[in-house]
């Protein structure tokens, strides 16, 4: 699938004032499809439907020899009537997430985010559902395959409020728990945790079987510290406030966030998560179709061959 333009329509501050996450899915969604040939959704599911890596307890005999042939790991064969798919979206609804250095938070890009997957998933006749997090599980939602599933997801984000710290780990450890058939799972969250921690319950995750997806979501503010003059810094997580001039901590800060994040990708790619980097100023429908490109051209254009 080739590289799509970003449109103005999908602009997050745009997406804001039209505030219908149905129409918002719908439009990205599609959206993808100009100028392709192929299903952008194959990009999201294929690797799932079709090898799994394995784990203790599946079949020996389902073992694809020919793929351990070339990449030296053991991947499992899915027949046909084990394609159709759960897939779990992990909100991260932390004090953290409300950020916003214009007038679209990470939480709300992240709203916008979960609808567009969400459609994408019930377009396949799969089934989707949504998991809200900050210092515990504030809600949950079973997969379901029916439309209907995006206005109940809409109004489980609208309803939850968020408090001053998460506890991330733990948290992934407990929804690990609720989900009793191996899914795609897509945690959404800007990761602003311990990352040892962060990779212990997303261990779990994969340790369960799951197929597990990392969209760490950031601000641009927050990953370039464009500030200037005099500023004081508010904790969002119960942090005391500092006041600095941004000049003399720019350099620091970004090598520590650049450390943070390379420590996570690194842990991701050990443990064979996919891991992905969210701009939130970026127009949806760019960060999908970048997104969905690197899936099918990892995936070899959308064959059944595991990622290697």
Not at 183 to 209: C, Q, T, W
Request: with cysteine; glycine share 6%; aromatic share 10%.
């Amino acid at each position: 699938m080739d590289h799509l333009p970003e449109t103005n329509y999908l602009d997050p501050e745009i997406l804001q004032r039209i505030g219908d996450l149905e129409l918002i899915a719908r439009e990205a969604v599609e959206g993808l499809r100009v100028g392709s040939h192929r299903s952008p959704l194959r990009g999201f599911s294929t690797e799932f439907a079709h090898h799994r890596q394995y784990v203790p307890g599946d079949a020996i005999r389902n073992i694809d020899w020919r793929v351990f042939g070339r990449t030296e790991r053991y991947y499992t064969k899915l027949y046909e009537a084990e394609t159709n798919f759960d897939c779990h979206l992990l909100i991260d609804a932390s004090a953290s997430m409300n950020y916003a250095s214009g007038k679209v938070s990470k939480l709300e890009y992240a709203k916008f985010l979960s609808a567009a997957l969400a459609y994408i998933v019930l377009k396949q006749r799969d089934s989707v559902g949504l998991s809200v997090f900050d210092s515990e599980v504030r809600g949950y939602l079973p997969p379901r395959s029916t439309m209907g599933i995006l206005l109940q997801i809409d109004r489980m984000l609208r309803e939850t409020k968020s408090v001053p710290r998460t506890t991330l780990a733990k948290q992934l450890h407990d929804i690990a728990l609720m989900m009793k058939r191996r899914s795609f799972v897509v945690v959404i969250s800007d990761f602003f945790a311990d990352v040892e921690d962060v990779l212990s319950g997303l261990d779990h995750l994969r340790f369960d079987g799951h197929n597990v997806v990392v969209l760490q979501t950031l601000d641009p503010y927050e990953l370039t510290f464009p500030f200037n003059g005099t500023w004081r810094f508010e904790g969002l997580e119960l942090e005391e406030p500092v006041t600095t001039q941004p000049d003399r901590i720019r350099e620091d800060y970004l090598a520590s966030l650049q450390r943070h994040r390379e420590a996570l990708r690194a842990g991701c790619v050990a443990a064979h998560i996919d891991y992905a980097l969210v701009d939130t100023s970026r127009p949806l429908d760019g960060f999908l179709s970048e997104f969905f490109h690197e899936r099918e051209t990892t995936l070899g254009g959308g064959s059944a061959e595991p990622r290697q």
